[in-house]
């Protein structure tokens, strides 16, 4: 079973600008979390999707926005880029097993921005 | 969601077991925890998890005390590639995938 893919895995901008992420999910999992990851904050959630709908959001501003689409693939949008937007963004699917929610990461997309 | 309390760093030696612990006394009755991991760079890797009941697998045991207020994860003989930041995340049952994590410990396995 493939897993989970992100891309682009590394990505350079200029402040200003916007980015969109993609992630596709493992086959059957119908729900997309993404992550923010810098040295100073840590992991920090961003939303999740499930079934094209946002289903919860992190406290971010709204230059960060996403989505879902039938296939449960989703992208990330941020616009308007500032310097501490440099991070590795993650993605994660899961499957409800039991009752637990278990995540499954990609790799991630780093991004940097000048 | 219940807080976790890890300790910041750990050093283990490589083919003992490390146990690493975590508090979670304001855990609720459907509340699991679960273990994640991760090694410099790349994406969380999911080791565990547990609701009442020590688990083991694969990977690595999970025992959650009776009263369920702390859970230790154990990897039984550690090697070098297990350098990496454990997380130790409580979540409600069902819902959203809103996992929080924490600082983590960084576990170090030395030779």
């Known amino acids: 079973k493939a897993g989970v893919t992100q891309t682009p895995r590394y990505l350079i901008k200029t402040r200003g600008q916007q980015v969109t992420l993609s992630c596709s999910p493992i086959?059957?999992?119908?729900?997309v979390s993404w992550y923010q990851q810098t040295p100073g904050q840590g992991l920090q959630f961003l939303f999740e999707y499930f079934s094209e709908t946002q289903r919860n959001k992190g406290n971010f501003p709204g230059r960060f926005s996403g989505r879902q689409f039938s296939n449960s693939r989703s992208e990330m949008n941020v616009s308007t880029l500032e310097l501490g937007d440099s991070a590795l963004y993650l993605c994660?699917?899961?499957?409800?097993?039991?009752?637990?929610?278990?995540?499954?990461f990609g790799a991630g997309s780093r991004l940097t921005v000048l | 969601d219940a807080k976790t309390t890890q300790p910041t760093s750990m050093d283990c030696a490589e083919g003992r077991a490390a146990n690493l612990p975590c508090n979670h006394s304001t855990i609720s009755g459907n509340e699991y925890v679960y273990w994640y991991r991760q090694i410099h760079s790349q994406g969380p890797q999911y080791i565990i998890h547990g609701l009442k009941n020590n688990e083991t697998n694969e990977m690595a045991s999970l025992i959650i005390t009776e009263d369920r207020k702390s859970s230790t994860l154990i990897l039984p003989h550690a090697t070098l590639r297990d350098t990496a930041v454990y997380y130790c995340?409580?979540?409600?049952?069902?819902?959203?995938?809103?996992?929080?994590f924490g600082a983590g410990t960084r576990l170090t396995v030395k030779p």
């Open positions: 086959s059957g999992h119908r729900s």
């Open positions: 995340i409580v979540r409600a049952a069902g819902g959203n995938n809103d996992m929080r």
């Open positions: 994660a699917s899961s499957f409800n097993r039991a009752g637990a929610n278990v995540l499954t």
